[in-house]
Nanobody, 127 residues
Framework: QVQLVESGGGLAQAGGSLRLSCAAS????????MGWFRQAPGKEREFVAR????????WYADSVKGRATISRDNAKNTMYLQMNSLKPEDTAVYYC????????????????????WGQGTQVTVSS
């Protein structure tokens, strides 16, 4: 049974930092790209960042570019998202997800491209 579990969320002040983790179990995901999405109240789930299976390629949403770093440790089956210079608009539930389509990056910012999802971790940034 595949399971993704996010952790590391919480309350932070604007300008602060948080490191989110996504621990995967049930199968090995080193062949697959993984991503982070977030969803604020009343808004659609939006793409944050993505990392390729071997960690060699990364992609970021413009809203977090320069402030976020996505990484993964395949030996631990874990992915991370380091968020710096946090802003109140970063407040959302953050989800990790797996894209098993190894043949394409088309639609990488579309949540529908990801087949496995975690339950989410809340990030709240106060001004």
């Amino acid at each position: 049974q595949v399971q993704l579990v996010e952790s590391g969320g919480g309350l932070a002040q604007a300008g602060g930092s948080l490191r989110l983790s996504c621990a995967a179990s049930g199968r090995t995901f080193s062949s697959y790209s993984m991503g982070w999405f977030r969803q604020a109240p009343g808004k659609e789930r939006e793409f944050v960042a993505r990392i390729s299976g071997n960690g060699g390629s990364t992609w970021y949403a413009d809203s977090v570019k320069g402030r976020a770093t996505i990484s993964r440790d395949n030996a631990k089956n874990t992915m991370y998202l380091q968020m710096n210079s946090l802003k109140p608009e970063d407040t959302a539930v953050y989800y990790c997800a797996v894209d098993t389509r190894v043949w394409t990056t088309h639609g990488m910012t579309n949540a529908a491209s990801y087949i496995y999802w975690g339950q989410g971790t809340q990030v709240t940034v106060s001004s």
